[in-house]
């Protein structure tokens, strides 16, 4: 990957910050000559690394470990995508926030953009405010060469999958959920026109390994609580595999799922070096969901309330109350159950479509459905 394009103008020019030490400059000498020493990064990787521009979808818990970890390797360009404001809750993980952005509520992308600037001014890091959909995924993810995933639902992670196989470039699966972390590189076939570095052997993709997203409820962070410590390993382990991938070792890239539970110190791998020839998105090329297929259909309803109708996951609300109980008080009868999380009220019905009443902003609706119905 010698000749990185210099990404498009246009699409968001936020400079690189200046140095605040005129008298005392940091040469990239010395603030690399750890990492240089290295052999597996040495001179020509740290050139290689300064050319690249990476994507961070999701900048909550993973996506900062992630952010923190590659500005400080000296990535040259990072953009960072996320929907969030900085909430007193993230502080015990989300390892670029401080009080201060908790209580200024500061939408994340910046928050973590200017605190970057303070400890690696020399790159660029472009903070989008953003939902990533349909709409403006090509447009955001145009310029990157690597797309790492840190969001925390599977309807967004479906749709880079769609994305990155369509435009040959290659991502990489991230989660953590109580102590569990797990990660996944996902290589599609390369392409003569990807900026992408290469070559590399294609693997299967998100979508040959689950053809469906999970059904029933799925536990969140803000359910099923989370240790940073998880977060950090899946943050580390992606961070890591991106430095191979950026300096051209795809050959010494993982091939696998893995994933791994620190509390219980369970430990599995399940293969993923072979696509599946029959999968809908790597083998029949049909991107569903880059099309807008299968998102939930969202609608502002009524005065102060919005909308999601989620068709595909029927709900059982005794399971549902069990898990949302400790959050706020809940009620249900066979029609409906209600959850008050002071100031919003969910109401959730059978087959799995809520109205949340208390805001009429759709990004946080969609927020505190993924945060406590499920992704
Ligand atoms: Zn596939």
């Not at 549902?320 to 008080?329: I, N």
Request: charged share 15%; aromatic share 6%.
């Amino acid at each position: 990957m010698s000749d990185h394009p210099a990404p498009p103008s246009g699409t968001d020019s936020t400079p690189p910050a200046t140095s605040s030490s005129i008298s005392n400059p940091i040469s990239d000498q010395d603030r690399y000559s750890r990492q240089i020493l290295f052999p597996g990064i040495g001179p020509a990787g740290q050139q290689l690394l300064a050319s690249a521009h990476v994507a961070i979808i999701g900048v909550g818990a993973t996506g900062a470990a992630t952010a923190s970890l590659l500005a400080r390797t000296g990535v040259g360009t990072l953009t960072l995508i996320d929907r969030d404001f900085v909430e007193p809750s993230n502080l015990q993980r989300q390892v670029l926030f401080d009080e201060a952005d908790a209580r200024d509520s500061l939408p994340k992308t910046e928050a973590a953009r200017r605190k970057i600037a303070l400890f690696n001014s020399s790159i660029a890091v472009h903070a989008q405010i953003a939902d990533l959909v349909p709409a403006n995924i090509h447009q955001l993810l145009a310029p990157a060469h690597l797309i790492l995933d840190a969001t925390d639902n599977f309807e967004t992670r479906y749709l880079i999958n769609d994305y990155a196989v369509q435009q040959s470039k290659p991502w990489i699966y991230a989660a953590a959920i109580g102590a569990y972390a797990a990660t996944m590189n996902i290589l599609p076939v390369p392409s003569p026109s990807a900026l992408v570095p290469g070559p590399f052997v294609p693997t299967a993709c998100l979508a040959c390994i689950f053809p469906k997203p999970p059904t029933g409820p799925v536990e969140t962070c803000d359910t099923a609580g989370i240790l940073s410590t998880a977060v950090n390993l899946a943050a580390s382990i992606q961070t890591t595999e991106a430095l191979k991938l950026l300096t051209n070792q795809s050959h010494l890239l993982r091939r696998t799922l893995l994933s791994h539970d620190l509390w219980s110190n369970e430990r599995s791998e399940i293969n993923t070096s072979t696509p599946n020839p029959g999968c809908n998105v790597c083998g029949q090329r049909i991107f569903s969901h880059l099309a807008g297929e299968g998102r939930p259909h969202i609608t502002l309803c009524g005065r102060n309330s919005v909308q999601i109708h989620e068709h595909h996951r029927p709900v059982d609300f005794v399971a549902m109350r069990d898990r949302l109980q400790p959050h706020g008080p809940v009620r249900f009868n066979n029609l409906l159950l209600r959850f008050e999380r002071s100031p919003h009220v969910l109401t959730l019905f059978p087959d799995g479509r809520c109205l949340i009443q208390g805001t009429t902003d759709i990004t946080l609706a969609r927020t505190l459905y993924a945060r406590y119905i499920g992704s």
